[in-house]
Each structure stands twice: as C-alpha cells, then as structure tokens.
C-alpha cells in the first residue's frame, strides 16, 4: 500500500470487498438487461418495417412514412449501446476495485492462511477461486502493474480498448442493425418512389376498339 492510500481495517476492507462485490453482479446484471430490452425492441421494429415494406405498392409516396422504423433503428441502436457502455464501465470500475482490496487481503497467497492447498488451485494465482482472464485482459493487467497505472486509467483501457467481449458483441449487433435499416430505408424509398404500372387495359387497345377503327 502507497504511503499517500488511506489505511483501513481489514474489517473495513472486507465491508468494501462485499459492496464492490454487489456492484460488479449489479452493474453487470443492468448492462445485459438493457442489451436484451434494446436488441428486442429494435427487432421488433425492423420486422414491422419490413412487413409494411412488403405491402406497399410502387408509386406509393405513403410508404415514405414506413422510414420512421430505419430512422427508429439507428438512433435506438446508438441509444442502446452508450446505455449498455455505461453499466458495463460501472461493472468494469467496480471490477477493479475488487481486485486491489483483494490484494490487499491478501485472499488470493496462500502463504497468509494456514489452509491446506485446493485440489484443484487456480492457474493464475494458485488459490481456490477460479479466475477466467483472456489472454488480451491478463497482458493489460500485467502492463498495468510495470507502468503503475491508476485503477481508472486500468478500467479506461478495459472498457475503451474493446478488450470486453460483452461489448464487442453489442456494437457488433447495433451495427448490424443500423446497417439493415440503412438498407431498408433505401428499398423503401425506391419502391415509393418507382413508377406504378400502368394498367394492361391501357397498354394496347382491345380488339374490339381496333376493329371499329
């Protein structure tokens, strides 16, 4: 611990330990909700658009007001990922947090307990809890621990550096989402914009017409 960090009690810091805690299952629990309700409303949306696109007819300039679903889609889905962005960067802090007051226990080094050793110890730190870090988020926390990073500027680089799967999945489904609205706007357009047909009783004239010329 730093000279300048402020000392607590081991009771207090299993007291904050709890609450980070909660916050990391609260946070993250917020963050899939959220995606779930944006993702569902979104589709939603996509499909009536789409069914309203597959009964309008060509030259049918009230079919412009079916673009209010592509338009829908992609403010919904920039909405929906700086929404799920913000409780997953609180799920992120407080997952930060967690690991330096756990350190701090010293939880985690076996040699502070006069436990016997897991059967099964964990292969990044030995203890008894598993502690499932890719490749990518372990190399950021040991580049983190060399260049004695700030735990904000740690939770920074796990959020903004897309290490999280969580949410390059959603900007991926956002995205695909945006895009096929994009496009269904541009057929909606074109199908409302196209000439109607003319009608076949006014293509050429009936035989009985064009025997009495």
Do not use: C
Not at 61 to 76: E, N, S
Not at 146 to 166: I, N, Q, Y
Request: hydrophobic share 50%; aromatic share 10%.
């Amino acid at each position: 611990m730093s000279a300048g960090a402020p000392q607590a009690s081991r009771d207090e810091l299993v007291h904050l330990y709890d609450i980070e805690r909660t916050a990391i299952k609260d946070e993250l629990s917020s963050a899939y909700q959220y995606l779930s309700f944006y993702v569902g409303l979104i589709g939603a949306i996509l499909a009536a658009s789409l069914a309203g696109f597959l009964r309008l007819d060509r030259g049918d300039w009230r079919g412009l007001a079916l673009l209010a679903g592509p338009l829908m889609t992609v403010v919904l889905g920039a909405l929906g990922y700086r929404t799920v962005d913000v409780f997953y960067r609180r799920f992120a802090e407080a997952w930060v947090s967690s690991e330096n007051i756990a350190t701090m226990l010293a939880w985690y080094e076996q040699e502070t307990w006069p436990l016997p050793a897991p059967p099964f110890p964990s292969g990044l730190q030995g203890g008894p809890l598993t502690r499932p870090l890719s490749p990518r988020i372990k190399g950021v926390f040991e580049r983190a621990k060399v260049e004695h990073w700030t735990a904000e500027r740690v939770a920074d680089a796990f959020v903004a550096g897309k290490l999280s799967p969580t949410l390059r999945y959603a900007r991926f489904t956002f995205a695909s989402y945006a895009a096929i609205g994009v496009a269904l706007a541009a057929l909606i357009i074109g199908r409302a914009l196209e000439s109607a047909p003319a009608p076949k009783n006014a293509t050429a004239p009936s035989a009985h017409a064009a025997a009495s010329l």
